[in-house]
Nanobody
Framework: QLQLVESGGGLVQPGGSLRLSCAASGFTLVNYVIGWFRQAPGKEREGVLCINMIDRSTNYADSVKGRFTISRDNAKNTVYLQMKSLKPEDTAVYYC?????????????????WGQGTQVTVSS
């Protein structure tokens, strides 16, 4: 059974940092594109960034450039979202998603597998 599990969310003060993890089971991430998405209350889900595990290309939303980075650990079959300089507007449920052998995309409709999400709250 293909499964993605996010972890690492929590409450952080503005300006703080968090690292989210997206662990895959039932398949290996090597030939997939992994995307991170977020959904704030009352808003649509938006693409944050993605990584193509084949060619290592990445794509970032303008709102997170310079603050968020994505990395991977093939041995652990895990992708990480490192977030720094967090702002209250980063508050959302964060999801990771995967699609096999595709292009890095910020559209949620391009992805086939989804995790359950992890809550990130940025507040003082």
């Amino acid at each position: 059974q293909l499964q993605l599990v996010e972890s690492g969310g929590g409450l952080v003060q503005p300006g703080g940092s968090l690292r989210l993890s997206c662990a895959a089971s039932g398949f290996t991430l090597v030939n997939y594109v992994i995307g991170w998405f977020r959904q704030a209350p009352g808003k649509e889900r938006e693409g944050v960034l993605c990584i193509n595990m084949i060619d290592r290309s990445t794509n970032y939303a303008d709102s997170v450039k310079g603050r968020f980075t994505i990395s991977r650990d093939n041995a652990k079959n895990t992708v990480y979202l490192q977030m720094k300089s967090l702002k209250p507007e980063d508050t959302a449920v964060y999801y990771c998603a995967a699609v096999y052998y595709s292009d890095c995309s910020g559209s949620e409709y391009e992805y086939d597998y989804w995790g359950q999400g992890t809550q990130v709250t940025v507040s003082s």
